[in-house]
């Protein structure tokens, strides 16, 4: 089976590039805005990326930030990598969130990506 962002690689319309790394909106976007960045190299898990790849990933966060703040100015961000299914990576190929958030997108954002594991999530509560 092809890899789905092989197809994206392909196609094209990037937010943001560079030698390594290409950035994109997200097909199912979590809120408006939301974009991926992706090594150019096929490889499933980000840390069996090159500090290279990784770097150039991490690159591309200002341009994806710019392109996301020129649309809608969001008033914080998740920033997130999933490695391997028991992390909740369902494209294997690697790849970064960025996710623009806005106030009340949720009734209680506290914790953040503490949600993953919602009976840990709200630590500050006894």
């Keep these: ?30 809120t408006p ?14 840390l069996g990326l090159t500090q290279d790849e990784q770097s150039a990933i991490w690159a591309l966060v200002g341009p994806v930030r710019r392109h996301i703040e020129s649309n809608n100015l969001p008033d ?9 299914e028991a992390a909740g990576q369902t494209v294997a190929h690697a ?7 806005r106030q009340r ?8 990506i503490r949600g993953i594991i919602p009976a840990k999530a709200r630590y500050w509560e006894p």
């Excluded at 939301?34 to 980000?46: A, K, T």
């Excluded at 997108?105 to 953040?112: C, E, I, L, N, S």
């Design 1 to 30: 089976m092809a890899c789905v962002f092989g197809e994206r690689l392909t196609a094209g319309e990037f937010v943001a590039e560079n030698e390594r790394a290409v950035a994109f909106l997200d097909a199912y976007p979590l």
């Design 105 to 112: 997108d949720v009734a209680d954002p506290r914790g953040g």
């Design 76 to 84: 914080g961000y998740n920033i997130g990598i999933n490695v391997g």
């Design 33 to 46: 805005g939301h974009c991926l960045i992706i090594p150019r190299r096929h490889e499933p898990d980000f």
């Design 95 to 101: 790849h970064l969130h960025i996710i623009p958030r």
